[in-house]
Every structure is written in structure tokens, then in C-alpha cells.
């Protein structure tokens, strides 16, 4: 059995809104434990799948339909969309905090992520830095579309309208990565020197590299009473695993590096998530499996 950190109930600093339609994915349950461990952060779980059967008191799963919610999308911002998929919710983000303005509104910050991540302790990375940035992302280059904090403030949430075109990328069905290549400039003009833009090595396999310079990533991550850590770098943790390349095909490297899309059409989940609340869970090629 592991040793526990107690998890204290606190006021949440930060909300972070996710949409996600379909199916959940088979990790869900071991998302959900990482997120409990993070009690200073709130996630609001836009979706038509249903409550998991982990549950978590910081998240809130709000039952909707996926044309529901695009009707609302057209109908609060005033815009031509018709999403061929759920993938182009992605390019709303840069103005969730209009569209989602009163969920967020008892928030000092809000934001948006994914859910193919497994977090470690967000507040260890971001609760000293509060005060001095309006924006945080785990990107040096571009604001991240898997994990971005924002200060709730009325020039913030309304940056979006500052994107060139915005209304017509939108109306495009399909999705087009406004919410990083587009949005980055305005943030940065909006915000100045109180933008913190950091590489977090949160992204296995990219073509980035690791914080060594080399391709070479570790292969194991360990979750274990809300610390993340790997089978590389000893005791330090990170701010969140996002195992994009693991699980999907969409972005495979040319040539493709060891491992990508090693969880695509193969049974993932090698221990039941009760146990790895319990006692911990390894995330790598192979899926998850019991802590070492």
C-alpha cells in the first residue's frame, strides 16, 4: 500500500473546461484519480458519456448533446458552426471564457485541456506563479492546447475576438488549431511580459525532444498519491503526462519514432483503476499497469 498525501478540501484558484463526445476512452477512470489529487483546481466535463464510475468532488459532468452544444456556441457567440466532428470544438477555445463566461465566473483563473493526460501536483507548478502571470502554458513556442491557464478577466476572455478571421475559421466544419497557432500572438500582445510560456515535457515521443536534447524519452511514468514521475529522471515530478502519441495515430512522426500509436487496437488497461487509486499505476507502451 502507498503512503497517502491527505487530500485537503480548498478553494479552487483555477476551473478548467473540457468537451469531450462519443465514447470514454478506457483510462478514464485513472484520469479522474489524477485529477482528485488536485484539489486547488475544478474541471467542468461537457460531454454525453455519462458519469464514469470513479468519481471526484472537483469534477463536474455537465450532460449535453453534442449538437446542443454547438447550437449554444452559435446562439452565445454569434457565429456561423456546423462541426463535422467533435474534434473542431477544439477551435472554441480561445473563447470559453465568453461561451462558458457564467460557470466560470467565482474563478480567478479558468482554461481548457484534454483528457488523454494524467496529472501530477498542479499546484507544486503553478501556485507560486499566480500573482506574477495572466498566462500559463506548457509550451515555449505556442499557447497549449492540452493544458492553458488563464486569468478570468474581461480583456482575457474576450481576446479572442482580436484573432484575424475568427468568425470565418469557425464556420469552417472542420478543425484548424486556431486555439494554438491563432491564439498565441493575441495572448502575448494582450498579456506582455505576464505570459509564461515554459516547456513542461509533458509530451512523449514529440519531435521537440527531451529536456536533455535527445529523442530519448522514458518509456515508464509513475502516478502514485498524486505525484508524477518516470523511470528517467529519479524523484522529479512533472506537471502531467499527455500520451497523445501512445494512444492515437493522428500525429505519427515522419519516420516514426518506438512506440507511437502503441495503444491503438490493443487492450490497455492491465489493472483495475481501484487498485491503482490505492496503490499507484504505471503508464507506458504497453497501457497501465501496477506501480513498481
Not at 482575457?156 to 478543425?175: F, G, M
Not at 492515437?248 to 512522426?253: P, R, V, Y
Request: aromatic share 14%; net charge negative; proline share 7%.
Amino acid at each position: 500500500m502507498q503512503e497517502h498525501r491527505e487530500i485537503e478540501p480548498q478553494k479552487p484558484w483555477l476551473v478548467i473546461i473540457c468537451v469531450y463526445f462519443g465514447r470514454w476512452p478506457a483510462w478514464m477512470n485513472f484520469f479522474v484519480e489524477s485529477c482528485k489529487w488536485n484539489p486547488e483546481v475544478h474541471w467542468r466535463i461537457y460531454t454525453d458519456c455519462g458519469e464514469p464510475e470513479n468519481r471526484a468532488d472537483n469534477i463536474t459532468f455537465i450532460p449535453v448533446s453534442f449538437a446542443d452544444y454547438a447550437a449554444n456556441a452559435r446562439e452565445r457567440l454569434n457565429i456561423a458552426f456546423e462541426p463535422a466532428n467533435p474534434f473542431k470544438l477544439c477551435d472554441l477555445r480561445p473563447a470559453f471564457g465568453v461561451l462558458h463566461e457564467s460557470e466560470i465566473a467565482a474563478y480567478p483563473f479558468y482554461g481548457h485541456g484534454d483528457i488523454d493526460v494524467i496529472y501530477g501536483n498542479i499546484e507544486k507548478f503553478y501556485g507560486a506563479l499566480r500573482d506574477d502571470y495572466d498566462v500559463m502554458s506548457t509550451h515555449p513556442e505556442r499557447a497549449s492546447g492540452h493544458f492553458l491557464v488563464i486569468r478570468n478577466t474581461p480583456a482575457l476572455r474576450r481576446a479572442y475576438e482580436l484573432i484575424p478571421s475568427y468568425a470565418e475559421v469557425l464556420a469552417d466544419p472542420h478543425q484548424t488549431g486556431i486555439e494554438e497557432s491563432g491564439y498565441t500572438p493575441v495572448l502575448r500582445n494582450v498579456v506582455g511580459d505576464r505570459a509564461l510560456f515554459v516547456e513542461r515535457y509533458s509530451t512523449v515521443l514529440s519531435t521537440r525532444g527531451w529536456h536533455d536534447g535527445t529523442l530519448e524519452y522514458p518509456s515508464h511514468w509513475t502516478w502514485r498519491a498524486g505525484r508524477l514521475t518516470n523511470n528517467r529522471d529519479g524523484e522529479r515530478e512533472f506537471l502531467y503526462l499527455h500520451f497523445m502519441r501512445w494512444q492515437a495515430s493522428h500525429w505519427i512522426n515522419d519516420p516514426p519514432l518506438p512506440g507511437e500509436a502503441a495503444w491503438v487496437g490493443r487492450e490497455i488497461i492491465h489493472l483495475d483503476w481501484r487498485r491503482g487509486a490505492a496503490e499507484g499505476f504505471q503508464i507506458s507502451a504497453h497501457g497501465f499497469t501496477p506501480a513498481p
